[in-house]
């Protein structure tokens, strides 16, 4: 087949040439493939953290709605999956820091306010939260509906 090996990109007016791999031509990219998965009946107030493709992914379901992100928080990298879950969102609490995510967008709401769930003065929690992920880094969300029959279908 065909290969592509080399292309040329404009910018600003300069031509700059880019060397790629072979790769054959109308191949589309790693990064566009997305692989879906029933993940089954998650009841409510239960969660799971299973793998879809190279991803792990915590699905949670919350008063019956399914939220699919990663078991891990953006602060260490930390597992998610025993977090406490509140209504204000919902939301996951990192139990480790205190970081603080909303389950539909994966936004931060609070950021490494805690240390093993104790209250810590504002100058420790800011240097925790001053190492590791960038700052108020939202968790990674996933399309995630139910069908007819209960199951929770995620997209990643």
């Known amino acids: ?25 109308g191949r589309p990219g790693l990064a566009l493939r997305m692989a879906t998965e029933n993940v089954g009946k998650v009841a409510p107030g239960d969660r799971t953290v299973t793998k879809i493709g190279d ?10 709605t399914a939220y699919a992100l990663s078991p891990k928080c953006p602060h260490l990298g930390l597992p998610m999956k025993t977090g406490e879950i509140s209504d204000d969102g ?25 240390v093993m769930g104790l209250p810590t003065p504002k100058f420790l929690s800011n240097a925790i939260g001053s190492v590791g992920g960038e700052k108020n880094s939202p968790a ?5 509906e139910t069908d007819e029959d209960g199951n929770i279908i995620v997209e990643v």
């Open 1 to 25: 087949g065909k290969m592509l090996r080399t292309s040329f990109v404009l910018l600003s007016g300069l031509g700059l040439a880019a060397a790629f791999a072979p790769m054959p031509v």
């Open 140 to 144: 990674t969300v996933f399309k995630s």
């Open 55 to 64: 991803q792990d992914v915590m699905v949670v379901n919350h008063k019956g």
């Open 90 to 114: 919902p939301c996951i609490t990192c139990k480790f820091h205190g970081s603080k995510f909303r389950l539909d967008t994966g936004e931060c709401v609070e950021w490494s306010e805690s």
